[in-house]
């Protein structure tokens, strides 16, 4: 079974500019969520979706958005990057959703510096 | 609201010596806990978990039981190997939300 799969590992852009990072779930998986991971921060999480609704959203501004796809395949977008944007973005899969206590499967991250 | 404290690192250990990872939480509820790991380059991969007071969560010789009492996940395991070097998350699952709280983060390097 392949795993999570997120594209590409790495992109470099410069401040105000818009980014879009792609997340295919394990096959079967509904929840998809995104976590930031930032060596000050760790881990935070951004949000989650399921079945092409937004479940949950972590505290983060309007500028972090995402949807996700019939296939569950999923998207975060994030508009006028910031300096502190710069992260290592994780999306992970489950078959439920973490509220059910299914376990969460990470991708290897997309890999986001902002110049 | 929830969270997780670590014990901080580095942690730098010879190999077949004993590792403790500790981890405290503070919640509202029974939440289960959870230990991730990510190696280098890595997302982060499910190594144990437990989801009630006195569960034992056990894999590739790491365990961890979820101490009510004392709100602790400690992270053990009695002859760690090289290729255990990694950073070892504690989490516990937001019982409103579901979604999972992170640890900072615990660098584990075992040295040959």
């Known amino acids: 079974k392949a795993g999570v799969t997120q594209t590409p590992r790495y992109l470099i852009k410069t401040r105000g500019q818009q980014v879009t990072l792609s997340c295919s779930p394990i096959s079967g998986h509904r929840s998809v969520s995104w976590y930031q991971q930032t060596p000050g921060q760790g881990l935070q999480f951004l949000f989650e979706?399921?079945?092409?609704?937004?479940?949950n959203k972590g505290n983060f501004p309007g500028r972090f958005s995402g949807r996700q796809f019939s296939n569950s395949r999923s998207e975060m977008n994030v508009s006028t990057l910031e300096l502190g944007d710069s992260a290592l973005y994780l999306c992970?899969?489950?078959?439920?959703?973490?509220?059910?206590?299914?376990?969460?499967?990470f991708g290897n991250g997309t890999r986001l510096t902002v110049t | 609201g929830d969270s997780v404290t670590q014990m901080e690192g580095p942690v730098t250990l010879s190999e077949e010596a004993f590792l403790t990872i500790n981890c405290t939480y503070t919640a509202t509820g029974y939440p289960s806990l959870f230990w991730y790991v990510q190696y280098p380059g890595e997302g982060l991969q499910l190594l144990l978990k437990a989801t009630k007071a006195d569960d034992k969560g056990s894999n590739k010789g790491f365990e961890a039981t979820y101490r009510k009492e004392t709100t602790s996940f400690h992270l053990e395991k009695g002859s760690v190997q090289v290729s255990d070097s990694a950073v070892y998350f504690c989490?516990?699952?937001?019982?409103?939300?579901?979604?999972?709280?992170f640890g900072k983060g615990t660098k584990l390097s075992v040295k040959p």
């Open positions: 992970a899969s489950s078959f439920l959703g973490t509220g059910e206590n299914s376990p969460l499967h």
């Open positions: 979706y399921f079945s092409e609704t937004q479940r």
């Open positions: 989490a516990l699952s937001d019982l409103r939300s579901g979604n999972l709280i």
